[in-house]
C-alpha cells in the first residue's frame, strides 16, 4: 500500500503546477483523498480534498477557485491543479487516502495513507 506524489517544482507568481499522487497496491474507490501543505514551522494543513466514490470535493478557503483536485479511477491517480500561486503557497504539498468521506474540516486524523511529500517553491 503506497502513495506516490510527484509534480513539485520552482515556479514564479501567478503560475501554475499539476501535482499527481499514484496509489499502488490498493484502489482509490471508494476513498477520500486528502491533499495537505506544511511550510517550514507551521502544522499540516488540509487544503483540499475529494470523495473518490461521488467526485464531491471540498477546498479550504486559502486556496478555493484556485487549486482543484480531481481523481482518476482508471490511473489509480489523484490530482491537484494549482493556478495563480501565491509565495504563501511555498511548501511540501502531500496527498494522503482515508476511509470512506472526507472530513471537514479537511484535517489529517483520519487519514491513514501518505505520500512522501513533494516540495513546491513559489517565487520570482
Known amino acids: 500500500v503506497q502513495l506516490q506524489a510527484s509534480g513539485g517544482g520552482l515556479v514564479q507568481p501567478g503560475g501554475s503546477l499539476r501535482l499527481s499522487c499514484a496509489a499502488s497496491?490498493?484502489?482509490?474507490?471508494?476513498?477520500?483523498i486528502g491533499w495537505f501543505r506544511q511550510a517550514p514551522g507551521k502544522e499540516r494543513e488540509g487544503i483540499s480534498c475529494?470523495?473518490?466514490?461521488?467526485?464531491?470535493?471540498y477546498s479550504a478557503r486559502s486556496v478555493e477557485g484556485r487549486f482543484t483536485t480531481s481523481v482518476d479511477n482508471a490511473k489509480n491517480t489523484m490530482y491537484l491543479q494549482m493556478n495563480s500561486l501565491k509565495p504563501e503557497d511555498t511548501a511540501v504539498y502531500y496527498c494522503?487516502?482515508?476511509?470512506?468521506?472526507?472530513?471537514?474540516?479537511?484535517?489529517?486524523?483520519?487519514?491513514?495513507?501518505w505520500g512522501q511529500g513533494t516540495l513546491v517553491t513559489v517565487s520570482s
Open positions: 494522503g487516502t482515508a476511509p470512506f468521506i472526507c472530513p471537514l474540516p479537511i484535517e489529517t486524523t483520519p487519514f491513514n495513507t
Open positions: 497496491g490498493f484502489t482509490v474507490d471508494y476513498y477520500a
Open positions: 475529494i470523495n473518490s466514490s461521488d467526485n464531491s470535493t
